[in-house]
């Protein structure tokens, strides 16, 4: 299975050379601020099976915890995928930026003890209040 995607502004692509099975939408705060939306919608994805096609010169990154990093494109902000230092093996990423259909056979919602107020869960997924 091959997988494309790239940012807002096309200026990075990729190909992922794995099927996506799970998507974790994530309710914490810092995947708020790191979308500017009320979730993150992400998959854990096998780093040796992403490879970057165009724009590694325009992928910049922000360490928004200790050991975790945050890609985004530097000329359109689209947020890609982060890393973990201790997690070399896999990264996360950011499912709105994939350009290929899937059909993921599980999605769950984590974080919900600290979700915005303002949005209600109205799907029948699992819920976590916290990482399960």
Same mark, same amino acid.
Request: charged share 25%; glycine share 6%.
């Given at each position: 299975?091959? #997988?494309?995607?790239? !940012?807002?502004?096309?200026?990075? %692509?990729?190909? #992922?050379?794995?099927?996506?099975?799970?998507?974790?939408?994530?309710?914490?705060?810092?995947?708020?601020?790191?979308?500017?939306?009320?979730?993150?919608?992400?998959?854990?994805?096998?780093?040796?099976?992403?490879? /970057? #096609?165009?724009?590694?010169?325009?992928?910049?990154?922000?360490?928004?915890? +200790?050991?975790?990093? @945050?890609?985004?494109?530097?000329? !359109?902000?689209?947020? /890609?995928?982060?890393? @973990?230092?201790?997690?070399?093996? %896999?990264? @996360?990423?950011?499912?709105?930026? /994939?350009?290929?259909?899937?059909?993921?056979?599980?999605?769950?919602?984590?974080?919900?003890?600290?979700?915005?107020?303002?949005?209600? /869960?109205?799907?029948?997924? +699992?819920?976590?209040?916290? @990482? +399960?």
């Amino acid at each position: 299975m091959m #997988l494309k995607g790239s !940012c807002l502004c096309g200026a990075v %692509t990729y190909q #992922l050379d794995q099927e996506i099975k799970q998507i974790v939408f994530c309710h914490c705060s810092k995947c708020r601020k790191a979308t500017g939306t009320a979730f993150n919608s992400a998959t854990a994805i096998h780093s040796d099976k992403f490879t /970057l #096609l165009t724009g590694k010169d325009k992928l910049k990154s922000f360490s928004s915890s +200790p050991g975790v990093h @945050r890609f985004f494109c530097s000329e !359109c902000g689209s947020p /890609l995928y982060s890393a @973990r230092d201790g997690q070399p093996e %896999t990264y @996360r990423l950011r499912i709105g930026t /994939l350009d290929s259909t899937i059909s993921p056979t599980e999605k769950i919602h984590i974080f919900t003890g600290s979700k915005a107020e303002w949005i209600e /869960l109205c799907d029948s997924n +699992p819920k976590y209040e916290e @990482r +399960p």
